[in-house]
């Protein structure tokens, strides 16, 4: 691999030649035929030689597609979105963006809800006032543009108030009778 050994092709003779014909016939072909410049210079053989490409399958050459290969197998096996280790081969710009929701629900809530269920298992055996909870909503959150607007029309429907919206981002509720300043508002008086 060091001088780059990938022949082309192989020389094929009818009988046996000793080390000296041998030796004679790879001189006279690397005369001939080696280097850039010679590239695509007419082999002629004769008493009864033989030309025989060297063919190797493109499945087989192609170590790279291999390794790309083995990278799709194991987020496969993980479910873990192959953007999500970086192989963008197949990626466009609306896959790359739900790939971290499906990290989270397909990689993530599995191990999650596995991780829960034998903490109850092992450190409350017979129950007990206490569970283990693991948030993954900021995985889920998305796009804060569109994270915003369901707040919004959670709040105008009454599904939910603003310090429930608060919590939701992982904010404290604001204090007892303090009201939210609108932005005209806030800036006037700063």
């Not at 022949?7 to 006279?28: C, D, T, W």
């Not at 409350?124 to 948030?135: A, S």
């Not at 707040?151 to 310090?163: F, N």
Request: with cysteine.
């Amino acid at each position: 691999m060091r001088t780059g050994a990938s022949p082309s092709g192989v020389i094929e003779v009818p009988s046996a030649m000793g080390p000296e014909q041998r030796s004679m016939l790879r001189k006279a072909f690397e005369d001939r035929h080696a280097g850039a410049e010679k590239a695509g210079s007419t082999l002629i053989l004769d008493g009864g030689m033989k030309w025989s490409p060297a063919q190797i399958s493109p499945e087989d050459a192609e170590l790279l597609e291999t390794r790309k290969f083995g990278v799709v197998g194991l987020c496969r096996l993980f479910q873990v979105p192959p953007p999500i280790v970086q192989a963008y081969e197949n990626n466009t710009f609306t896959n790359a963006a739900q790939a971290g929701l499906w990290f989270a629900t397909f990689c993530l809530a599995p191990w999650a809800r596995k991780i829960e269920a034998e903490f109850v298992r092992s450190v409350f055996p017979t129950g007990g006032p206490y569970e283990l909870e693991l948030d993954l909503s900021g995985f889920l959150r998305g796009d804060p543009e569109t994270r915003w607007n369901a707040h919004k029309i959670a709040i105008d429907s009454g599904v939910l108030d603003p310090d429930e919206v608060r919590q939701i981002e992982g904010w404290n509720p604001r204090p007892a009778g303090q009201k939210p300043v609108p932005a005209s508002d806030g800036a006037q008086g700063q």
